[in-house]
């Protein structure tokens, strides 16, 4: 009979300390940004990131004491990720947002359903690969329906336009089939159907083009902004509150590019501090993944957890000038609501599998 494990405590520390991490660097980020261009006050993005913080703490203790076998449930889990495609097609019939459809506007605010399906994608496609090996299915009627799930909730993401959350998708979505063996076959149609999705998706549209062109070539204006941050902090960087990049330099300082700030005003010794901590959230996530006590239940940590390593990989990396812009947050770091309340579900349900209990 499998024994009961404590909750990692050192996951949670870790999180609540690095979502800590982000309330401090949003205030100093948007500051400036606050109150010159949006003319609110300054430290209103600060609040509404502790605000987000604050929320999603409660929902990663709901999340970490949740029943599980409820949760990866077909009848849960599916129906799930059908009304997360809901939330994807509904703001294509409200007004845009920035000239996109990305968010859903609702009475008490509005949230971005592509990160909704960063939890969604992967607990749906863990619930049907368990269910079919209870069945003892076949792989074609295992795996194919399974990207047929994928295909369609990244089609969606992807017609937002949101390539980056699309890519993060992608990578939940590999994770969780290879480690459930899928076959060669379907795993050459997603790799195919993968490529050709992104060519058509950077060809749709000129501004994707523009930042291949820079990326190879000459350095776009934010990412060249976002090297001078980085380099002017030093090892030791200028002190928090003193970056001056953010002083209408460096685009988005408290979003996509809060790591530059991160860089400038804590130098290389406090960025590398706040890369470990992001380091030891995943490896406890796969940690949890890997003592997991079922099939489902890794399958989901796994996923959950290269999901959160992809997404931090590639803001650092844009901001490193080491792959073409794209903005995607920086998991509990940047500012957003939606994206910290997820990501906060996610690492609660990671918690959930890990104090499951193995043998």
Request: aromatic share 6%; proline share 6%; hydrophobic share 55%.
């Amino acid at each position: 009979m499998p024994r009961q494990r404590q909750v990692d405590r050192l996951l949670i520390a870790t999180t609540l300390l690095t979502a800590t991490v982000g309330v401090v660097m949003v205030a100093s980020a948007s500051g400036p940004l606050a109150r010159e261009y949006y003319r609110v006050p300054e430290f209103e993005f600060a609040f509404r990131q502790l605000v987000a913080v604050l929320r999603g703490a409660g929902a990663m203790l709901a999340a970490t004491f949740m029943p599980l076998d409820l949760l990866l449930r077909p009848q849960v889990a599916l129906p799930g990720l059908g009304l997360t495609w809901g939330a994807l097609i509904v703001p294509f019939l409200q007004s845009p947002v920035a000239g996109t459809h990305r968010w859903l506007q609702l009475p008490m605010g509005s949230v971005q359903p592509s990160a909704l399906a960063k939890v969604a994608l992967p607990l749906a496609l863990a619930s049907w690969v368990a269910l079919c090996r209870a069945r003892r299915e076949t792989p074609e009627r295992t795996f194919y329906p399974a990207l047929a799930m994928t295909g369609l909730t990244v089609v969606l993401v992807l017609a937002g336009p949101d390539l980056g959350s699309a890519v993060l998708l992608l990578a939940g979505a590999v994770a969780v089939l290879l480690l459930a063996e899928m076959p060669w076959k379907p795993l050459l149609a997603l790799g195919g159907g993968t490529a050709l999705m992104v060519v058509v998706a950077v060809l749709a549209k000129p501004y994707r083009i523009e930042r291949i062109r820079t990326f190879f070539g000459e350095t776009s204006y934010q990412v060249q902004q976002s090297l001078i941050a980085l380099g002017g902090g030093g090892a030791l960087g200028r002190g928090i509150g003193e970056s001056t990049q953010k002083l209408f330099f460096l685009p988005y300082p408290h979003t996509d590019f809060i790591f530059a700030v991160v860089g400038e005003e804590v130098g290389l010794w406090g960025a590398t501090l706040t890369l470990a901590l992001l380091g030891v959230i995943i490896v406890r996530a796969l940690r949890a993944a890997y003592r997991s006590p079922t099939l489902a239940t890794g399958l989901l940590a796994a996923g959950l957890a290269v999901t959160l390593a992809v997404q931090a990989l590639i803001n650092v990396s844009v901001c490193l000038k080491l792959m073409p812009a794209k903005g995607l947050p920086l998991p509990l770091l940047s500012a957003g609501g939606s994206d910290v309340l997820v990501t906060m579900v996610a690492i609660g349900l990671v918690l959930n599998v890990g104090k499951e209990g193995g043998q």
